[in-house]
């Protein structure tokens, strides 16, 4: 009776123990945690990436953020624990479950860039740099809703799934057009996320969602397999809950494509290891602009004072701070730098992938229809002939178009004079405006005006929180090919105030 009683009792130990290792508490999980994890047993690939579909399964219905999750996710973990069983090595994002915004070609998956047009359009291949992640370990978990063509900075509505809401506040929005992306990190539906940006859209929805967004230099990281909006400035980048996971991501995907002649421009400029410049002093010694042009232009009054907390921390934190800096015929020089090239650009798209007679022209896109009003106007507006005369020499990218240098070298020469290592100013002079009131509420967007017309990196850190719980963003500029100074800073900003908390979410 005695063995009986201790052979139950042993098998009760062994199911709690059971129970207690597949338990993961997915909030705020980093690269770094999974990985020792892993190491230590505690749990699997295949758990983990269940836990995530499990949390999507139940909470997503309140923000609408994942569009589709990837049917294969959990054979992709399998197989990603064997491999580790096997040899005992971890790759660089191994056993990591990445969000993908839908725009962005991944086998196994529609890319619909939330469009109807685009609904049952299956990618032959992925993306140059979902296979540059997919060979670091990482697992394609899901897509995620976008503003549709990624045409609203603002707010984040497609046809295929509708409106994405913010996890802070779900009567708020999460920004364009990567809102998706940015609210499904925030809420822990997956460890890492992509986004895209052409003139906010990775440090828009970062700023919204307390993420870490990071705009890199144009032509530090492949476009190829993504569908645009206007390729002259599209960047496609990380959108994570802490600097460190985004520049995992970024040691990933840096480099150059044939098939993205821009990025020919990165050549000899990307480090070894971007990982280096993780440091937690990183901020003593350095030289920061306070960009006011920017700050004061009609801020909230709680965004100010998030700002002005901001100059102070970094001030604490060992930097000093010039207040402010002023560059010449800023106004000037910001006007007429937009080239709305969108129909050129996703003809071409459409030609490369979707290679359909009936889906080749922006004109077959409009036969198709939409859901959203706002889509559909953006797609009128392109019907009409606007680009320059001399497109070639006024839309070009940042390295050959006169008017984009003069804009960028102005900013340089200061920052230069100066001794900089970044200008600051926040991401956003407003809080998330309410859905319903998105036009009227769309204030305050500074990530539209300088980097992706100037090519220079800009990344955005979480900068705190309004009363109401509602997110903002501290932009860094930087000079061109400057993303390891960006890191040093971001990182130790992060570190020395630690901003970042996950939403409540409540059913």
């Not at 999507?56 to 309140?62: G, T």
């Not at 460190?244 to 970024?250: P, Q």
């Not at 309410?434 to 036009?439: D, S, V, Y």
């Given at each position: 009776?005695?063995?009986?009683?201790?052979?139950?009792?042993?098998?009760?130990?062994?199911?709690?123990?059971?129970?207690?290792?597949?338990?993961?508490?997915?909030?705020?999980?980093?690269?770094?945690?999974?990985?020792?994890?892993?190491?230590?047993?505690?749990?699997?690939?295949?758990?983990?990436?269940?836990?995530y579909?499990?949390?999507?399964?139940?909470?997503?219905?309140?923000?609408?953020?994942?569009?589709?999750?990837?049917?294969?996710?959990?054979?992709?973990?399998?197989?990603?624990?064997?491999?580790f069983?096997?040899?005992?090595?971890?790759?660089?994002?191994?056993?990591?479950p990445?969000?993908?915004?839908?725009?962005?070609?991944?086998?196994?998956?529609?890319?619909?860039?939330?469009?109807?047009?685009?609904?049952?359009?299956?990618?032959?291949?992925?993306?140059?740099?979902?296979?540059?992640?997919?060979?670091?370990?990482?697992?394609?978990?899901?897509?995620?809703?976008?503003?549709?063509?990624?045409?609203?900075?603002?707010?984040?509505?497609?046809?295929?799934?509708?409106?994405?809401?913010?996890?802070?506040?779900?009567?708020?929005?999460?920004?364009?057009?990567?809102?998706?992306?940015?609210?499904?990190?925030?809420?822990?539906?997956?460890?890492?996320?992509?986004?895209?940006?052409?003139?906010?859209?990775?440090?828009?929805?970062?700023?919204?969602n307390?993420?870490?967004?990071f705009?890199?230099?144009?032509?530090?990281?492949?476009?190829?397999?993504i569908?645009?909006?206007?390729?002259?400035?599209?960047?496609?980048?990380?959108?994570?809950?802490?600097?460190?996971?985004?520049?995992?991501?970024?040691?990933?995907i840096?480099?150059?494509?044939?098939?993205?002649?821009?990025?020919?421009?990165?050549?000899g400029?990307?480090?070894?290891?971007?990982?280096?410049?993780?440091?937690?002093?990183?901020?003593?010694?350095?030289?920061?602009?306070?960009?006011?042009?920017?700050?004061?232009?009609?801020?909230?009054?709680?965004?100010?004072?998030?700002?002005?907390?901001?100059?102070?921390?970094?001030?604490?934190?060992?930097?000093?701070?010039?207040?402010?800096?002023?560059?010449?015929?800023?106004?000037?020089?910001?006007?007429?730098?937009?080239?709305p090239?969108?129909?050129?650009?996703?003809?071409?798209?459409?030609?490369?992938?979707?290679?359909?007679?009936?889906?080749?022209?922006?004109?077959?896109?409009?036969?198709?229809?939409?859901?959203?009003?706002?889509?559909?106007?953006?797609?009128?507006?392109?019907?009409?002939?606007?680009?320059?005369?001399?497109?070639?020499?006024?839309?070009?990218?940042?390295?050959?178009?006169?008017?984009?240098?003069?804009?960028?070298?102005?900013?340089?020469?200061?920052?230069?004079?100066?001794?900089?290592?970044a200008?600051?100013?926040?991401?956003?002079?407003?809080?998330?405006a309410?859905?319903?009131?998105?036009?009227e509420?769309?204030k305050?967007d500074?990530?539209q005006?300088?980097s992706?017309?100037?090519?220079?990196?800009?990344?955005?850190?979480?900068?705190?929180?309004?009363?109401?719980?509602?997110?903002?963003?501290?932009?860094?500029?930087?000079?061109?090919?400057?993303?390891?100074?960006?890191?040093?800073?971001?990182?130790?900003?992060?570190?020395?105030?630690l901003?970042?908390?996950?939403?409540?979410?409540?059913?």
């Open positions: 009776m005695n063995r009986i009683l201790a052979f139950l009792l042993l098998g009760l130990v062994w199911a709690c123990q059971t129970s207690e290792k597949k338990t993961i508490h997915l909030e705020e999980l980093t690269i770094s945690q999974i990985h020792q994890a892993y190491q230590n047993g505690e749990y699997s690939a295949e758990e983990l990436t269940q836990a579909l499990d949390r999507i399964q139940s909470w997503d219905s309140l923000t609408n953020s994942i569009s589709f999750i990837h049917p294969e996710a959990l054979a992709q973990a399998k197989a990603l624990d064997e491999e069983a096997q040899t005992g090595k971890l790759r660089p994002l191994h056993g990591i990445l969000i993908v915004k839908d725009n962005i070609n991944t086998l196994g998956l529609p890319t619909t860039a939330g469009a109807l047009a685009l609904a049952d359009f299956y990618p032959e291949t992925d993306a140059f740099i979902i296979q540059k992640l997919k060979d670091a370990g990482a697992i394609i978990l899901a897509k995620s809703n976008m503003a549709e063509w990624a045409f609203s900075p603002m707010h984040s509505e497609s046809s295929t799934l509708g409106t994405t809401r913010n996890p802070y506040h779900l009567d708020h929005v999460p920004a364009g057009s990567s809102g998706g992306t940015g609210a499904a990190v925030a809420a822990n539906f997956g460890t890492i996320g992509l986004g895209t940006d052409t003139g906010n859209s990775i440090r828009g929805p970062s700023s919204h307390a993420l870490v967004g705009r890199t230099t144009l032509g530090l990281v492949s476009r190829e397999g569908v645009p909006l206007y390729l002259r400035n599209d960047v496609v980048g990380p959108m994570c809950r802490t600097v460190e996971d985004a520049v995992r991501i970024l040691q990933m840096a480099g150059t494509d044939p098939k993205d002649p821009i990025t020919a421009n990165s050549q400029k990307i480090p070894a290891d971007y990982l280096q410049s993780l440091q937690k002093d990183g901020l003593k010694g350095a030289q920061i602009g306070v960009f006011r042009t920017l700050s004061e232009a009609d801020p909230d009054p709680e965004i100010s004072g998030l700002f002005e907390k901001a100059i102070a921390d970094l001030k604490s934190l060992g930097a000093t701070l010039i207040d402010s800096v002023e560059v010449e015929n800023f106004d000037s020089l910001r006007r007429n730098q937009w080239c090239v969108f129909r050129e650009d996703l003809e071409k798209f459409l030609a490369d992938y979707v290679k359909r007679d009936t889906m080749s022209t922006l004109e077959d896109v409009i036969r198709v229809g939409t859901k959203s009003d706002y889509a559909r106007n953006g797609l009128q507006r392109f019907l009409e002939p606007n680009l320059p005369e001399n497109m070639d020499q006024d839309c070009g990218d940042p390295f050959t178009d006169l008017k984009r240098i003069a804009f960028r070298e102005a900013i340089e020469k200061v920052m230069d004079s100066l001794q900089l290592d200008l600051i100013y926040p991401s956003w002079n407003h809080p998330p309410l859905i319903e009131r998105f036009q509420e769309y305050g500074n990530s005006i300088i992706p017309h100037t090519g220079q990196p800009a990344f955005t850190v979480p900068m705190g929180f309004t009363s109401k719980g509602l997110p903002a963003g501290l932009q860094f500029l930087g000079k061109m090919w400057t993303e390891p100074t960006l890191i040093r800073l971001t990182y130790a900003y992060e570190q020395g105030t901003h970042r908390k996950p939403p409540a979410l409540t059913q």
